[in-house]
């Protein structure tokens, strides 16, 4: 059984930063894609960034240039650099983990398995 753990949401102000961890346990972190997808109150759950295996990165034109995704295989955990943020990356932030970066970027594939979430609420 895989378990996601996702930390580090919280609140802060526009402009500010944040880094949003998810500690990976049960199977073998580095064969997995990893990816975040977030969702804000009252909208459907959207594609934030993910990382191939082999550490090629995806993301979502509503964060590229302000979100950075990494991955440390020796530690079993995904990052999420969130820089500049602003309210309407107010959102419950998720990491999942699947087969393929680039098509749970595109929607062509669901992810295998999902953390709880953790929330990330930026003010005006």
């Known amino acids: 059984q895989v378990q996601l753990v996702e930390s580090g949401g919280g609140l802060v102000q526009a402009g500010g930063s944040l880094r949003l961890s998810c500690s990976v346990s049960g199977r073998s972190f580095v064969a997995y894609a990893m990816a975040w997808f977030r969702q804000a109150p009252g909208k459907e759950r959207e594609f934030v960034a993910a990382v191939s295996s082999g550490s090629m990165t995806y993301y979502a034109n509503s964060v590229k240039g302000r979100f950075t995704i990494s991955r440390d295989n020796a530690k079993n955990t995904v990052y999420l650099q969130m820089n500049s943020l602003k309210p309407e990356d107010t959102a419950v932030y998720y990491c999942?983990?699947?087969?393929?970066?680039?098509?749970?970027?595109?929607?062509?594939?669901?992810?295998?398995?999902w953390g709880k979430g953790t929330l990330v609420t930026v003010s005006s």
């Open positions: 999942a983990g699947g087969t393929t970066a680039r098509d749970m970027g595109l929607g062509r594939v669901a992810p295998d398995y």
